[in-house]
T-cell receptor, first 116, second 109 residues
Framework: GAVVSQHPSWVICKSGTSVKIECRSL??????MFWYRQFPKQSLMLMAT?????????EQGVEKDKFLINHASLTLSTLTVTSAHPEDSSFYIC????????????FGPGTRLTVT | GQNIDQPTEMTATEGAIVQINCTYQ??????LFWYQQHAGEAPTFLSY??LDGLEEKGRFSSFLSRSKGYSYLLLKELQMKDSASYLC??????????WGAGTKLIIKP
């Protein structure tokens, strides 16, 4: 149980375009989902926390107008990178938490974004 | 501020034992996690400690001392596939994970 999927697993886009990444909890309802970014040889950096039905909470330094997060249902959250630039190229990972197990996060497989 | 420290890199020999340390200072404590991350992949859960003491799970064990703000991950009978980064993370008072920078473990034959 507790499987989280992400789609796509990798994407290449041109500078100035927008990219949407989906995060789904497959066998549980995730009231909270987290979006992380990881640059090569660095640790995970939390970008935002999203709760179903409410606006995401962004970490300091993360532009909410550039990284749009929508958590419209208990099993789906999306991250849209708007007007992507080469410096947005990174590994984006989502995780999900179920209500009964507040202490544990289940990670998706990640999405590798390359902006050319 | 919140801070988690772990060594950047460690090297060990196949079949041996290695201990990866983690010290932390966080606002609130709701448990400490160890994750394994292979290059290009998402982290996978290894262990969770919320009470002091040692938790053993197969070849991997994790220890916690809350009074010292200290944990370690012990890996026994090392295999080549154990070459990965090991991430220490602490759940703060809001259950938000605070991450260490990770320890890259290199296993040599």
């Amino acid at each position: 149980g507790a499987v989280v999927s992400q789609h796509p697993s990798w994407v290449i886009c041109k500078s100035g375009t927008s990219v949407k990444i989906e995060c789904r909890s497959l066998d549980f309802q995730a009231t909270t989902m987290f979006w992380y970014r990881q640059f090569p040889k660095q640790s995970l950096m939390l970008m935002a926390t999203s709760n179903e039905g409410s606006k995401a909470t962004y970490e300091q330094g993360v532009e909410k107008d550039k990284f749009l997060i929508n958590h419209a249902s208990l099993t789906l959250s999306t991250l849209t990178v708007t007007s992507a630039h080469p410096e947005d190229s990174s590994f984006y990972i989502c995780s999900a938490r179920e209500p009964a197990r507040e202490y544990e996060q289940y990670f998706g497989p990640g999405t590798r974004l390359t902006v050319t | 501020g919140q801070n988690i420290d772990q060594p950047t890199e460690m090297t060990a020999t196949e079949g041996a034992i290695v201990q990866i340390n983690c010290t932390y200072q966080t606002s609130g404590f709701n448990g400490l996690f160890w994750y394994q991350q292979h290059a290009g992949e998402a982290p996978t859960f290894l262990s969770y400690n919320v009470l002091d003491g040692l938790e053993e799970k197969g070849r991997f064990s994790s220890f916690l001392s809350r009074s010292k703000g200290y944990s370690y991950l012990l890996l026994k009978e090392l295999q080549m596939k154990d070459s990965a980064s090991y991430l220490c993370a602490v759940a703060d008072s809001n259950y938000q994970l605070i991450w260490g920078a990770g320890t890259k473990l290199i296993i040599k034959p």
